[in-house]
């Protein structure tokens, strides 16, 4: 307890370690609030939604702090809905059964673009007759402009720049920007626009909800893909996948490869011998082909991929260094007297030579962590990811399989890169001081 | 004056008695090295195949591909469309059957591994399914054995460039260790956790797309000069993004890692006495510190030669490199299993092949080998 205590004050030496600590303690915050604000089921059918899971969303936006490194501001996107209340409703009966529904909603736009597109989505109900909705868009500079008329269906979707009429009327062949444009300057006009919508219902329990979605160019936190989800999901979710699938390996990896050290030195002889044979097959092993080979022909699921992970690489070239300690310590006295006092072979491996180890395993540890961590992100790249999770590096391979460095969407494949990088550099800053801690031959270098 | 010149005479004599000695030690070590690599690849090879087949899990898939294409076949034939539904269903299974013997999925899964280990050693590795080599044949051999040397260009060119900077900056910074470059290098080594292909995707980023003045990605320019001296030129300029994404990921771990062996090294009392003597630095490098340690750089070397090979599969892809790992890479894509299983072997052999020439070096260079006994550390 008192070594470690000691050597925890020793680590608090090394700033990098500190840095390393508050990275991993920040991913791990991440991680847990990503579980508990996106459950797993919830996370898994928000990735695999379609277009009615994520219709709110444009394409290849990216995240909204864009703006603030542009000098010419973006729009970013938003939604209003009559439901919560953020488009204001007023209904007005009126005789025999019919009513008026006004629907308003204002926006500011500070923009020097135009949005990509908008919508406007309307949920009515009615028994037979339909009702009748007209749409007007009041303009900062104060002109009016009749978007359209017609009757509403039950589910009634209007899309903006798909309207004929209203190019004609605008005279331009981009709705989006006959809508924004200053008459004068032919720039964007900014202030506050304002939609209204009219509904005349003809049956008493007719009503009209509607939600407005309007695409701009820019897109929450993280932005979106080609399938317009909001890549936050999967940059969060990636987090608690990475640190899981990073630990699991190594911690396997290294207690198995220490257990076999130790069992090979204890024992000697043909075991000794039949370990380092295979030590040295492993060596011409492929590795990284036999994970490809097994990804895609047996299965994708990260498990079968961290099994056979650490399966392959439990006799790497590690085990010859753990041997070469092991085959000291194995001299020692207090083993002697162990074997004099007729120790079991079991007990000396597993209570006394190995918590010998203990302190050389874990700047090891932690230090093959980012290779793992980044062996799952390389797999993810060739298209051998986890078929259901979200993870970072399948958010890299969309991007790659989609051109994002080509055409200039940077923030795809930046933000799962820098956390990436973060998570490397934290664990490796970490393992570097332990390192320099637990090994002596370091201490002074 | 005889006697002087008898003496150099019998000196010249020792000389090459011992070089000769020391020739059939060489000789015989890397010999005995080499049966036992054989065997090792053997070994390895064998296993690659297992686990291609995954106990019977890959024939089960070519099964059902045979059945698939010959029941299409066979329902959109007109010619059998009029023959009694039992006579075509027998006839149906008979040419599966055939089919399956012609593919020799019919043998039992212990012979047909030790004729796929074979084959495999000679590399005969089968006809792909669906790519083809540059030339046109549908040989795996062909295909990769096309593809190998841009993967050999791009892997010698940055493991070359790798070693020596890396050796030499380590021998530099080890004579004044605590400097401020020193500093930088122990800080940056932390960097080296993300393999090349991660670094690619900056490097493109920066000098491909930002900057545009090297490209994405290819072996040369599209189309390829016609002249000899242009080619090259333009093979170089593409291999710049690559090789850089190789030499960067590694690059500050390794010079962290041989410094301080250096640095552990030029604090024995040998050292220390010939500092004492005063002898050059220089000297003092290359005979007293790099000398002896120079088999286990080697063997470090070896190991991250090792390493690279793995993560060129990705690199390559990143950068549309037309080498061994793009091919593996289109060859999940197209789901070709011959070239997938083909790759694995080659990329067994190119291991075992990286061992033997380092073990070689190694034999060369370590005075214990030289002078007998053969062992190895």
Known sequence: ?445 | MAIDDKSSLESAKRKTSFGNSTFMRVARYTAVRLLTLFITVVIGVYLTIMIANMGGYVDQIMKNEIRDRFQTTIAISPGFQKLDPNVRKKLMEETIAQEEKRMGLDIPIAVRDARYLSNALTLNLGRAINMTSDSGSKEVRLILLGRLPATLLLAGTSELFLFVISVLLALSLSRRYGSFWDKIVITLSPTSAAPPWFYGIFLILIFGALLKVLPFGGLTDSPPPENPIDYGLSVLKHLILPSSAIIVSQIFLSIYNWRTFFLIYSSEDYVEMAKAKGLPAGDIERRYILRPTLPTIITQFALLVITLWQGFIITETVFLWPGLGRTLYQAIGLYDIPVIVGSTIIYAYLLAITVFLLDFVYALVDPRVKVGGGGRS
């Open chain 1, 1 to 445: 307890m008192n070594t470690l205590k000691n050597s925890f004050r020793e680590i608090l030496r090394y700033p990098s370690a500190i840095m390393g600590m508050v990275v991993i303690l920040l991913l791990v915050v991440i991680a847990a609030y990503a579980m508990i604000k996106i459950p797993y089921n919830n996370a898994i059918t928000l990735w695999r939604g379609g277009e009615d899971v994520w219709y709110q969303n444009p394409k290849f936006a990216p995240p909204a702090w864009y703006n603030f490194f542009l000098s010419k501001k973006l729009p970013v996107s938003f939604t209003a809905n009559t439901m919560d209340g953020s488009i204001s409703k007023k209904i007005t009966p009126g005789a025999q059964g019919t009513g008026t529904v006004d629907l308003s909603y204002t926006f500011d736009f500070n923009y020097d673009g135009y949005p990509q597109e908008m919508f406007l989505y309307f949920n009515n109900k009615f028994q037979h007759k339909q009702p009748f909705v007209s749409i007007m868009w009041l303009t900062p500079d104060g002109r009016k402009i009749r978007i359209g008329n017609f009757g509403a269906n039950q589910k009634e979707t209007y899309r903006f720049s798909q309207d004929e009429k209203l190019q004609i009327r605008l005279k331009n062949e981009n709705v989006m920007e006959g809508l924004f444009v200053n008459p004068e300057t032919k720039a964007p006009l900014k202030g506050k626009y304002q939609l209204l919508i009219t509904g005349t219902t003809f049956e008493k329990d007719s009503d009209i909800d509607a939600e407005f979605v309007f695409h701009g160019q820019l897109y929450g936190m993280a932005g979106t893909d080609q399938l317009r989800r909001d890549l936050t999901v999967a940059l969060l979710w990636g987090t608690p996948v990475a640190l899981a699938f990073g630990l699991i390996a190594s911690l396997g990896t290294s207690v198995l490869t220490m257990i076999i050290a130790a069992i090979g030195s204890w024992y000697g002889g043909w075991v000794d011998e039949l370990l380092q044979r295979i030590t040295e097959i492993n060596l011409v092993l492929p590795f990284f082909s036999i994970l490809i080979m097994i990804g895609t022909f047996y299965s994708h699921s990260i498990w079968v991929i961290l099994g056979v992970t650490i399966l392959l690489s439990i006799f790497s070239g590690s085990i010859k260094a753990y041997r070469a300690i092991f085959l000291q310590v194995k001299e020692s006295m207090y083993i002697e007297a162990a074997r004099a006092y007729g120790a079991s072979d079991s007990r000396i491996i597993f209570l006394y030579l190995i918590p010998r180890m203990i302190p050389l395993l874990i700047p090891g540890l932690v230090s093959s962590i980012p290779a793992f961590v980044f062996l799952e992100a390389s797999l993810a790249v060739l298209g051998l990811g986890d078929p259901v999770l979200p993870t970072w590096g399948k958010i890299i391979n969309d991007a790659n399989a989609n051109g994002a460095l080509y055409k200039g969407y940077y923030y795809w494949i930046m933000e799962p890169a820098a956390l990436l990088m973060i998570t490397g550099l934290g664990f490796a800053m970490l393992g570097f001081a332990l390192d320099r801690i637990f090994n002596p031959r370091l201490r002074d270098i």
